[in-house]
C-alpha cells in the first residue's frame, strides 16, 4: 500500500524533530504495514539503532558521529559501521592498544560484558588475558600483534622493569623457574604470599625482557 506523499513528508518530519522512532511510532503514523515502512526507510536513507533490538531508526542529517563513530540518543545507539557485530569488530580494530570491555562499554555507550561473549568464535575480536584482565584485539593477527606490542610498549612507560631491585628480580625469577606455566597474574600472588609487591604488569615486562615466554599466539 502506498503512503500519501504529504503523510509521508509529515511522518518524515516528525522523525527528524524527534530525532529518533521506533517502527511502532513510525507505523502509526504513516498508518502502514512493517513491510510498507521498510520501504519509507529506504527510500529515507534511515540508520537503525545497534541496540534495542535494532528498533530505533534516525535520518542520516540528523546523526552526530563522536570520534569512535557512535551516536547515542536517550539510550539509543547508531554507528556508522552498521549493526552491532560490525560496530564491535570496527571500533577494536580503529584503536591502536587495543581494549578492555569497560573501554569498549565507554566507547559503545553499552555494557559491551552483556554481548562479547556471543562474538567469541565469530571472528569478531581476538581476546589474550594480560595481567590481570582481558584486552580484545583486531581480528586480524598482524594488527592484533602491533595492538599488542603498543600495548606492553605503554604499560612499560608506568611501569618500569629497571625498577625492580635485583632481590626481587631474583624472587620473580626462582617463582617463574617453579611454575614456568603459571601466567602473570598467578606469578604477581606467588611473590605477594612471600611479600613482595610486584604487580603483574610488572612481572608482563620482565618475561619479556628477558624472553623467558615465547610470545604465545594470540587466540
Known amino acids: 500500500m502506498a503512503v500519501p506523499a504529504q503523510v509521508a513528508q509529515k511522518t518524515h518530519d516528525a522523525l527528524c524533530s524527534a530525532k529518533t522512532m521506533d517502527s511502532a511510532q513510525l507505523m502509526g503514523l504513516l498508518a502502514c504495514s512493517l513491510r510498507t515502512l521498510q520501504r519509507c526507510l529506504r527510500k529515507w536513507g534511515c540508520l537503525t539503532s545497534f541496540n534495542c533490538n535494532g528498533q530505533y531508526y534516525a535520518l542520516p542529517h540528523v546523526v552526530q558521529f563522536d570520534q569512535f563513530g557512535i551516536w547515542e540518543h536517550y539510550g539509543r545507539c547508531f554507528s556508522r559501521f552498521g549493526n552491532l557485530k560490525k560496530t564491535v569488530a570496527s571500533v577494536i580494530d580503529e584503536t591502536t592498544l587495543g581494549v578492555t570491555a569497560s573501554e569498549l562499554t565507554s566507547r559503545l555507550h553499552v555494557n559491551a560484558h552483556s554481548f562479547l561473549s556471543q562474538f ?26 602491533m595492538q599488542r606490542d603498543n600495548y606492553l610498549a605503554s604499560v612499560e612507560q608506568d611501569v618500569r622493569v629497571s625498577t625492580l631491585s635485583d632481590s626481587v628480580a631474583v624472587k620473580l625469577l626462582l617463582a617463574w623457574i617453579e611454575t614456568p606455566e603459571a601466567d602473570p597474574m598467578e606469578l604477581s600472588k606467588r611473590l605477594c604470599q612471600q611479600h613482595v609487591a610486584v604487580t603483574a604488569d610488572a612481572v608482563v615486562l620482565f618475561l619479556k625482557q628477558h624472553q623467558l615466554h615465547s610470545k604465545k599466539k594470540l587466540k
Open 120 to 145: 567469541a568464535d565469530k571472528h569478531v575480536f581476538i581476546r589474550e588475558k594480560l595481567a590481570s584482565s582481558y584486552r580484545y584485539f583486531s581480528s586480524d593477527p598482524q594488527r592484533a600483534a
